[in-house]
């Protein structure tokens, strides 16, 4: 399988999963609660709003959604058309909702995580969840967040250990050296992967509330209950 074999592989998974997948995000009963969480660990990782954000491998768009309501600029990228389908129709009813508040709702972009194609020195910040294990070159993806970013400027990555009896067959056959991150077996080696992709004061803050609310209502079907972490940097 070539790079560009397993991306797509990659992208064709996760538009299968799309709808399965925001419809577990959606669930009434947790939430308002995911998002109350999460507005609260975004906030304290970001800068002051109003920032640019960009938000790699966003998905069907929670992240950016929920850091827009935060009162910034959001751009979310995803290569997966199923994942961006459903995070351009949230988009939609969020800018009824929100029409006339001020709020600006994310705009979603087709776009690789790994390399983002926007000028140097466009964002304040770099955010993602659930993206560091799923990158195929780790290093040249934060190189690549660096390079967007503003001096001093800050990337957010919240992720976990997911894959502890190994990743399998999931996304097929890998080519050696991809996806390196899937097969971690301590967080901090997504920290240094960081360090190594050129950001600076590089820190790990385990999730704690995240975890409560995994224990009050569940994880996702096949997943165990693992404790999430946020890790942040800085560009020098």
């Not at 790079?3 to 799309?18: F, G, K, V």
């Not at 957010?156 to 250990?161: E, R």
């Not at 990743?167 to 920290?191: F, K, M």
Request: charged share 25%; hydrophobic share 40%; glycine share 10%.
């Amino acid at each position: 399988m070539t790079e560009q074999q397993l991306q797509d592989s990659i992208n064709d998974y996760w538009t299968r999963r799309a709808p399965d997948y925001d419809a577990y995000q959606q669930r009434p009963e947790r939430r308002d609660l995911d998002v109350a969480v999460w507005a609260d660990i975004w906030s304290a990782a970001l800068p002051e709003a109003p920032a640019d954000v960009l938000d790699v491998g966003t998905g069907s768009g929670h992240v950016a959604r929920t850091i827009a309501g935060l009162g910034h600029r959001v751009t979310g990228i995803d290569l997966s058309p199923g994942m961006l389908e459903i995070a351009a129709e949230h988009a939609a009813s969020d800018a009824c909702a929100v029409a006339g508040s001020g709020m600006t709702p994310p705009r979603f972009l087709t776009g690789d995580a790994v390399a983002p194609d926007f000028a140097e020195q466009s964002f304040d910040a770099v955010v993602g969840r659930y993206v560091m294990w799923t990158l195929r070159d780790p290093e040249a993806a934060v190189a690549s967040w660096v390079r967007l970013l503003r001096p001093g400027g800050v990337v957010a990555m919240a992720d976990s250990l997911w894959f502890t009896d190994g990743l399998g067959e999931l996304y097929g056959e890998r080519p050696e050296g991809h996806l390196p991150l899937a097969d971690a077996r301590s967080i901090d080696e997504v920290a240094d992967a960081m360090r190594r992709g050129g950001l600076v004061d590089v820190s790990v803050t385990p999730l704690e509330q995240v975890r409560e609310l995994d224990r009050e209502h569940g994880v996702a079907p096949g997943h165990d209950l693992v404790l999430q972490h946020l890790l942040t940097g800085r560009r020098g």
